[in-house]
C-alpha cells in the first residue's frame, strides 16, 4: 500500500481545496508508488482520497466529475510516459532507437479506480488530503512484498519508510481484516469490518457483498466503468446504477444514478438524489435485479 499526503498551511486553512489540486496530489501519488521492472512499469490503479469531513461534505456533489477528471489525468501521464521510451520515427529509419528494448508503463486493472471518504478518525484538518493507493483492487502474488509508504506536506517535507503487503490482502484499508465471503463474490474494499450486506441471486446462485468502504458502486460495470459490487444481468441495468454512502453519523444512503430507476421497498427514488436507507429494505433495479440490504 502506498500512502501519500498533503498538510495544509496557516496561509489555506480557511478556504476550500480546489480540483487541481486533489488530481495533482493525485498524480504526484502515481508517480511515488510506481513499481518498476526490468521490461514494465506498473502505477497503481486504486487510489483512496480521504479528507476532513467539512471539505468532503462541500465538494461531494463534483466528486463524479473529480474521478472523471483525475483518470483522465492519470491515462495521459502513461501515454506520456509510453510515448517517451519509444523511438520516434525518425530514429527507427537511421537505427538510432538503441538496443534496449522500450519500457512499458501500464496499470494491472482494466482502469483507475478513484474513491472519495471523509476522515471520520478526525485527524485532517480542513485542507488536508490523504491518499492511499494500491497497484491493484486485488494485488497478485507476483506483486507482494514492501511497498513504499509516502508522505508530502505543504512545507517541502517529505518521509518514506516500508510496509510490507500480503498477496492474502483482501482489504484495502485493513489487511487484518478478515471478512466471510459467500458464492464465491469478492469482499469490496473500505476501511474496516462490515457495516452492510446485500444479499442477491446470480446465476441460480446465492451471493452476499460485504459493504465494508464508506461509498460503493453498484451496476453493471464495464471498461471505463468501476463499480464495486459488479452485477452479471441485463443491459436494463446501468453499468452503474446506484450508489451506497456511510455518513460520519453512520447513516447509510442511497442514490439512483441509472436509466430505468431504483427502487427501494417499493418507492422509486428521484433520480441523483440521495434518500436514507432503512436498516432493511428490498432494492429493484430497474425491474431486473432485487437486492436484500441489511445494516449490520
Not at 486533489?22 to 518498476?36: D, H
Not at 516500508?162 to 474494499?189: K, N, Y
Request: with cysteine; proline share 5%.
Amino acid at each position: 500500500m502506498i500512502y501519500g499526503r498533503m498538510g495544509a498551511d496557516q496561509s489555506r486553512t480557511s478556504r476550500q481545496i480546489g480540483g487541481d489540486e486533489l488530481i495533482s496530489e493525485i498524480l504526484r501519488n502515481a508517480e511515488a508508488g510506481q513499481f518498476r521492472m526490468r521490461r514494465s512499469v506498473v502505477v497503481p490503479s486504486v487510489y483512496h482520497v480521504y479528507l476532513n469531513q467539512s471539505d468532503h461534505d462541500l465538494i461531494r456533489p463534483v466528486f463524479k466529475a473529480l474521478r472523471e477528471e483525475a483518470r483522465t489525468a492519470l491515462r495521459e501521464g502513461l501515454d506520456q510516459q509510453n510515448r517517451k521510451t519509444k523511438p520516434g520515427k525518425l530514429a527507427k529509419v537511421f537505427g538510432l532507437e538503441g538496443g534496449d528494448a522500450p519500457v512499458e508503463y501500464r496499470i494491472l486493472d482494466t482502469d483507475f479506480t478513484i474513491e472519495f471518504y471523509p476522515d471520520v478518525e478526525g485527524t485532517l484538518e480542513p485542507g488536508d488530503v490523504e491518499i492511499r493507493s494500491e497497484l491493484a483492487s486485488a494485488p497478485a502474488p507476483e506483486f507482494d512484498g514492501a511497498m513504499t509508504r509516502h508522505v508530502t506536506r505543504r512545507q517541502g517535507s517529505v518521509s518514506y519508510s516500508e510496509q510490507p503487503v500480503s498477496s492474502a490482502h483482501v482489504h484495502p484499508e485493513d489487511p487484518d481484516a478478515t471478512l466471510p465471503i459467500s458464492g464465491g463474490h469478492l469482499v469490496a474494499g473500505g476501511q474496516g469490518t462490515a457495516h452492510g450486506k446485500l444479499r442477491y441471486s446470480e446465476a441460480g446462485a446465492q451471493k452476499e457483498f460485504l459493504v465494508v468502504k464508506d461509498e460503493v458502486a453498484i451496476g453493471r460495470g464495464g471498461k471505463a466503468v468501476w463499480v464495486d459490487l459488479r452485477l452479471e444481468t441485463a443491459a436494463d441495468v446501468s453499468r452503474e446504477h446506484c450508489r451506497i454512502r456511510r455518513d460520519g453519523a453512520g447513516r447509510h444512503f442511497i442514490t439512483d444514478v441509472s436509466q430505468f430507476g431504483t427502487t427501494v421497498n417499493g418507492q422509486p427514488l428521484i433520480p441523483n438524489k440521495e434518500t436514507e436507507l432503512p436498516a432493511k429494505a428490498a432494492l429493484h433495479l430497474a425491474n431486473v435485479v432485487t437486492l436484500d440490504w441489511e445494516k449490520v
